[in-house]
């Protein structure tokens, strides 16, 4: 069936780069999303790639797509304690329309 | 800048109570959807809907039921409350074509005792 999986938990410092990584199985996904949850809050849409692509830039956010692979990676630039969320990578079933979630990767970044 | 809004940031209700989630978007998206946030388990979907009056049952549809009467409003609602349905609730709307981004309302904490 089809399935979205991420790393539970990345840590790093202030300032380095932090890359977010997220395998997907189902091949016919039109777009992928990035989201971010802070605690107690919704899920806030940081970016979308569409899969005719293979990057997308969007100020300190770098999406890349690596369709042969079924991979997926968000980079952060310059991370900052503010940055530090639960973030989740999504598609739609290209079957049912539903989007599917992976189980989110938290982030900490540490001063 | 709002999107999509959740009527209720905080509820609690009583084991047996009829309770009703409500969401509304201001996007014009065709697709709704309802799911709940448990740790550990992630987003787990309970329905969607991809038109006015359609319903489609995702993964966790049990003790739940909907209704999408207008197209910018899709409600969750639960026939009798229990326990193991406290949880975070989050709606979510979602555009296609060349806009296909998916918005989320801030979530609907429900406790139920």
């Known amino acids: 069936g089809e399935d979205v999986e991420q790393s539970l938990f990345l840590s790093v410092r202030e300032g380095d780069s932090s890359v977010i990584n997220c395998t997907y199985t189902?091949?016919?996904?039109?777009?992928l999303y990035w989201y971010k949850q802070e605690p107690g809050a919704g899920l806030q849409l940081l970016t979308y790639?569409?899969?005719?692509?293979d990057m997308k830039q969007d100020q300190r956010l770098t999406v890349l797509l690596n369709k042969k692979d079924k991979h997926l990676s968000l980079r952060i630039a310059d991370t900052q304690t503010g940055d530090s969320a639960i973030y989740f990578c999504?598609?739609?079933?290209?079957?049912?329309?539903?989007?599917?979630f992976g189980q989110g990767t938290t982030l900490q970044v540490k001063p | 800048d709002v999107k999509v809004t959740q009527s209720s940031r905080y509820l609690v209700k009583r084991t047996g109570e009829k309770v009703f989630l409500e969401c509304v978007q201001d996007?014009?998206?065709?697709?709704m959807f309802w799911y709940r946030q448990d740790p550990g388990l992630g987003l787990r979907l309970i329905y969607f809907?991809?038109?006015?009056?359609?319903?489609e049952k995702g993964d966790i549809p049990e003790g739940y039921s909907v209704s999408r009467e207008k197209k910018e409003r899709f409600s969750l609602i639960l026939e009798s409350a229990s326990t193991n349905q406290t949880s975070m609730y989050l709606c979510?709307?979602?555009?296609?074509?060349?806009?296909?981004?998916?918005?989320f309302g801030q979530g609907t904490r429900l406790t139920v005792v």
């Open positions: 999504a598609g739609p079933s290209s079957n049912t329309g539903k989007l599917i």
């Open positions: 996007m014009d998206h065709e697709n």
């Open positions: 979510a709307s979602r555009g296609g074509g060349e806009t296909p981004e998916a918005f």
């Open positions: 790639i569409f899969s005719n692509m």
């Open positions: 809907s991809y038109d006015v009056k359609m319903k």
């Open positions: 189902d091949s016919s996904s039109t777009y």
